[in-house]
Structure formats: structure tokens, C-alpha cells
């Protein structure tokens, strides 16, 4: 990303080095997230500025008046915003599948809702706040045995864990590249399988057809009107090549481990809660009986989300997120909505040993002070 | 620097940027002589980038196209 920083023109715009090769360097990142995540098109790998964005092109361009939609508890404010405001403005339905209090989504409560009538199922693929994985297959199946699209959001999964968007039958993928994806902030796409089209909400130049009056027929270019972050997206692609060198199923093996080490020291402080369903044997948390994502959420006894996670910051340098992390349905569903949750992060980069200290200093801060 | 004398070229064009770059590197890769230019007024325009190449080229590059799966839109006969 540095070279490209000191190299770099306007991919796609000009003809000298410095724009071929941020051309060249995209087109290299667009296979190589298609790779990883298993879409067939590398030319429908459309980058945008984040996930949300993505999500809201997706929406924005999926959804037309009239429509029924299918979001979930799960979601993100960057799904639940943009379908609230198409939903205030009277332009789609909305119908939001539940979740009980360990934070599992309701299947049949989602076998009822999606009809002959949906036009989109959105889910995510790991709640961002408990860390849970969805049976994505198993939603897609109901999306599409009614006619429906699936939009996955892929913001904690791609990266932290193999994801096949062909193989799961996922019609559109929006992913960021400031998570496990490895890259800087400011990046992120939206995957559009083949025979599934996106109204463009953005529109301007491409760079291509420009006698036109409208944009484009052809991905990625129909999507992405205006200058592309040539050299965040030469980071995003750096990282997703050693992710692929790395081995997808490895680094998740390794996330894996490191929650079931997290969990199981939890469980053994007084007073902490650990968020979301996870088995009472850990051992099943192996990717295949059990799965998990890369975050785990907690509270302690005696300590507000927000006091702990300054006092872990400040205290021990260990970095973490508190409050309600965007996610307002789930932390409903948890009984967190009073007191937020404090949030931990493990990545290709953390150690036991990393594990081990955030457990001594949960143990600290639980252990009652002395008089 | 005086204006570079014309020759016969064979000129590749696409939809889209991506079609061109993905273009770029299997020619690169299989060998097809040949650079991306500014796509000639000549042309009608739909991707600013064209494949350029001596004219004897032309079929190689469309078996790498076809081979590969590749899109491109035309390959007209230019002096360049």
C-alpha cells in the first residue's frame, strides 16, 4: 500500500504506469476476493468506500415500491437504517426475524415471514455482537424457494472464515476491508452474482461508455461511478492474497481456538457474562459441530460496558468496544439494551498469550476491592 | 520528438475497464505482443483503454480470449 501510495495514479482514467498499475493492482484485488469468497465473476466484485455502502447500494438498488423484505435481529444499523427509511417512506414492507435471549435466531419465525411476496431475505453471516454464526444455506433455501434474493453481510465473517457465496446460494455479498479482510479502513464491496442485477444508486463517470446518458450495463463500472481508493484498495488486496496464502481455514482453526480459550477462562471469573450460544463443552466449538466467529461479548458484575472497557484500555492496554456496537435488536434480544456489552476482538495476530492477560485482568477487575 | 511514423495495427476494444485489464494480463501472460493505449478516436469509444497489437497477432490474441473466457467488443484494423 505504501508503494502504491508513492506510485499510483487514477486506475482506469489514464494510460501512463502510475494508472496502469492501480488499474492492474485492482483487477488483481477484484480476483482475489473473488476467490476467497467464492464468486464466480471477478468483474462483479464492486468496490465501495464500506459495508455500509455497499448494503445501501444493494438495497437502494434490489428494492423496488412495493417490495416485501426480511431483515433480522441479527443486523447491523447499516441494514436496519437504510430498510427503516425505504420503509418510512413507503416504498417496501418490512418483517424482522426474532432472536431469544442467547441471541439464536428464529428459523421458523423466518419460514413464516419470507412469502411468495419477498423480494429480499438480508442476513448477516456472524452477529457482530455475539460472535454467532447463521445457517446461511438454510436461509437461503427460504429465500429462494420463495423467489426471493439474499443479501449476506459478510462484515465478520469474510476473512475470519471460509465463505462460498456460489456454494451457499448468496445472491448479493457485502463485505469491509478494515476486519479480517486485513485491509485499511475506507474499503469494502458489494459481490453481485451473475444473473442478479443492481440499479445503480450512484451515478457519474466510469470511464467507460461515456456518450452514454446512463450508466453502464457492465460490472463492476455500472456500481462504481467516480474514482475508486486505488490505494486502499491495493491494501484490501494485500491482505486478502495472504489470507489466501495464509489459508482461510487456518486462520479461522486459530480465531477458533483462541474463542474457546477466551470463553472457557470467562466462565471462570466471577461475575462475567459471556453473550450469545455457545455449548456447554467447548470442545464442540470447532468450526463443524460448532461455529463461531472472531468477537466475543461480555459484562462484569459491578461494571458498566462502558467504565470496563476504559479501565481495560487504560489500565492494560487492551482494546475493545463498548456500548451497543450498532446493533440495537440484538442487544434487545440479549437484555443488553441498558447496559451495552464490552465487546472483544481476536485476529490472525493475537496469541494466547493475548487471551491470557485480558483473562487476568478480568479476573482483577471482578475481585471485589479491598477495604 | 517528431511525430512517430503510422503502422498497421490491430486494435482490440472493450465494455469495460475490467474487460481490458483482465485483457492486459492474459496477453501478458500468454504472450500476445502487443500494449494497452489510449482507444483511437477511430473507434467507437466504450472503454478508454484498447489493446493494441501488430496486425499478425490478432488471431493469437483472440484463441487467449476465447481460451480464457474473456470479453472484448471488436478488433479493427487501424494506422496508428
Known amino acids: ?371 | 520528438m517528431a511525430r512517430r511514423p503510422k503502422r498497421p495495427r490491430a486494435v482490440a476494444s472493450f465494455s469495460s475497464t475490467f474487460d481490458a485489464m483482465a485483457a492486459e494480463g492474459a496477453c501478458k501472460d500468454a504472450g500476445v505482443e502487443g500494449r494497452l493505449i489510449p482507444t483511437p478516436v477511430a473507434i467507437s469509444a466504450e472503454c478508454g483503454m484498447a489493446w493494441s497489437m501488430p496486425p499478425e497477432e490478432r488471431g493469437h490474441f483472440e484463441s487467449v480470449m476465447a481460451e480464457r473466457a474473456l470479453r472484448f467488443a471488436a478488433v479493427t484494423d487501424l494506422e496508428l
Request: charged letters at 20%; one cysteine or more; a negative charge.
Open chain 1, 1 to 371: 500500500m505504501i508503494a502504491a501510495l508513492e506510485s499510483f495514479g487514477s486506475g482506469s482514467r489514464g494510460y501512463g504506469d502510475g494508472e496502469l498499475s492501480a488499474a492492474r493492482t485492482v483487477l488483481a484485488a477484484r480476483q482475489s476476493i473473488a476467490r476467497l469468497l467464492g464468486a464466480s465473476d471477478p468483474s462483479r466484485v464492486v468496490f465501495s468506500a464500506n459495508v455500509t455502502e455497499a448494503l445501501n447500494l444493494a438495497l437502494w438498488g434490489v428494492l423496488k415500491p412495493g417490495d416485501h423484505v426480511v431483515a433480522t435481529a441479527w443486523d447491523h444499523n447499516s441494514v436496519l437504517r437504510p430498510l427503516y427509511r425505504l420503509e418510512r417512506l413507503g416504498l417496501v414492507t418490512l418483517d424482522l426475524v426474532p432472536a431469544d435471549e442467547r441471541g439464536r435466531l428464529d428459523y421458523d419465525a423466518l419460514e413464516r415471514l419470507v412469502t411468495p411476496e419477498t423480494r429480499l431475505v438480508v442476513a448477516s453471516q456472524v452477529s457482530n455482537l455475539t460472535g454467532n454464526v447463521a445457517d446461511v444455506a438454510r436461509i437461503a433455501q427460504v429465500a429462494h424457494g420463495n423467489g426471493a434474493l439474499l443479501l449476506l453481510d459478510a462484515a465478520q465473517s469474510a476473512g475470519a472464515m471460509p465463505v462460498d457465496m456460489g456454494a451457499l446460494g448468496v445472491d448479493l455479498l457485502a463485505f469491509t476491508g478494515h476486519k479480517a479482510l486485513l485491509g485499511p479502513t475506507g474499503t469494502g464491496g458489494l459481490i453481485v452474482a451473475p444473473g442478479v442485477d443492481v440499479e445503480p444508486v450512484l451515478t457519474g463517470g466510469t470511464g467507460v461508455h461515456s456518450y452514454e446518458p446512463g450508466q453502464p450495463a457492465e460490472y463492476p463500472e455500472r456500481l462504481e461511478a467516480g474514482t475508486l481508493n486505488h490505494h486502499g484498495i491495493a491494501g484490501l488486496g494485500a491482505g486478502v492474497d495472504w489470507i489466501l496464502e495464509q489459508g482461510v481455514d487456518r486462520l479461522h482453526a486459530h480465531d477458533l481456538s483462541l474463542v474457546r480459550r477466551f470463553v472457557a477462562g470467562c466462565r471462570q471469573v466471577d461475575g462475567c457474562v459471556v453473550y450469545g450460544d455457545f455449548p456447554d463443552d467447548l470442545g464442540l466449538l470447532d468450526g463443524a459441530s460448532f461455529d463461531h466467529g472472531p468477537v466475543v461479548s461480555i459484562n462484569l458484575d459491578g461494571w458498566e460496558s462502558s467504565e470496563l472497557a476504559d479501565a481495560l484500555g487504560q489500565d492494560y492496554d487492551i482494546a475493545v468496544r463498548a456500548g451497543a456496537h450498532c446493533a440495537p435488536r440484538m442487544h434487545e434480544a440479549l437484555g443488553t439494551r441498558e447496559t451495552g456489552a464490552v465487546r472483544f476482538s481476536f485476529g490472525p495476530f493475537t496469541t494466547e498469550e493475548d487471551i491470557d492477560a485480558a483473562l487476568a485482568a478480568l479476573a482483577e477487575l471482578a475481585a471485589p476491592e479491598e477495604a
